[in-house]
């Protein structure tokens, strides 16, 4: 079974300062998919970037980029340019195509505040 | 806009009481729904994952008679949580998968309170 592991249970950061979230994970799986999920105080499940594992570029959407280290299981989130709507939790998640049908493994999570 | 709607959004019952909980998709055929669960700062945790016109599949430890699930359209999947008891309590959440299984939905969620 697939693990996934957020080591840091809470963060914070300033305004417009950057900071990297953890995950790592635990597959023997060649071929899978990795997620961040922000979850602010509405708890509504936000997609923030998917990493496809075949893929050796890191994923990027605007202030939000990926180190997809494969090797080492590792999956860190960076947010540049921190902004106060940033502040929420953030789940990192597995899944493995096409046998888990859209299922996702979730880590701990980690609460970001970011202050103003 | 919405894809994936659940009704209600917040539900406090009695204990010993049953509460249906819907998950409706709104603009696409969802064979597969899964059902989550999360108390407050915690991660999701799978509950069981429902398909259209078949039984659910449980995940180890969730008690089939406990969280009663059907899926009898392609958009609408119902969770009913049966003589729920305070540590029932706890948010719910819906999510199907599209595309490759890449993309998913998830519902708004659904806070019970079991008093």
């Known amino acids: 079974a697939q693990t996934v592991t957020q080591s840091q249970p809470e963060m914070s950061v300033q305004e417009a300062e950057t900071v990297t979230l953890s995950c790592t994970y635990d597959?023997?799986?060649?071929?899978?998919?990795l997620f961040w999920y922000k979850q602010p105080p509405s708890r509504q499940m936000i997609l923030v970037i998917r990493q496809e594992a075949y893929k050796q570029q890191n994923a990027t959407e605007n202030r939000f980029s990926v180190n997809f280290q494969k090797a080492a299981k590792s999956f860190s989130l960076k947010i540049s340019d921190s902004q106060l709507g940033d502040t929420a939790m953030y789940f990192c998640?597995?899944?493995?195509?096409?046998?888990?049908?859209?299922?996702?493994?979730f880590g701990q999570g980690t609460i970001l505040t970011v202050h103003p | 806009g919405a894809v994936v709607s659940q009704h209600p959004s917040w539900v406090i019952c009695k204990s010993g009481t049953s509460v249906k909980i819907e998950c409706r998709s709104l603009?696409?055929?969802?064979?597969?729904m899964f059902w989550y669960r999360q108390f407050p700062k915690q991660s999701l945790m799978l509950m069981a994952t429902?398909?259209?016109?078949?039984?659910?599949?449980?995940e180890q430890g969730v008690e089939k008679d406990k969280f009663l699930i059907n899926h009898a359209s392609l958009t609408l999947s119902t969770l009913t949580v049966t003589s729920a008891h305070p540590e029932d309590s706890s948010f719910y959440i819906c999510m199907h998968p599209r595309g490759a299984q890449e993309t998913q939905y998830f519902g708004p969620g659904t806070r019970l309170l079991v008093l």
């Open positions: 597959t023997s799986e060649n071929n899978y998919y």
């Open positions: 429902s398909n259209e016109g078949s039984k659910a599949t449980y």
């Open positions: 603009d696409f055929q969802a064979t597969t």
């Open positions: 998640a597995f899944m493995k195509p096409p046998t888990s049908y859209g299922k996702l493994t």
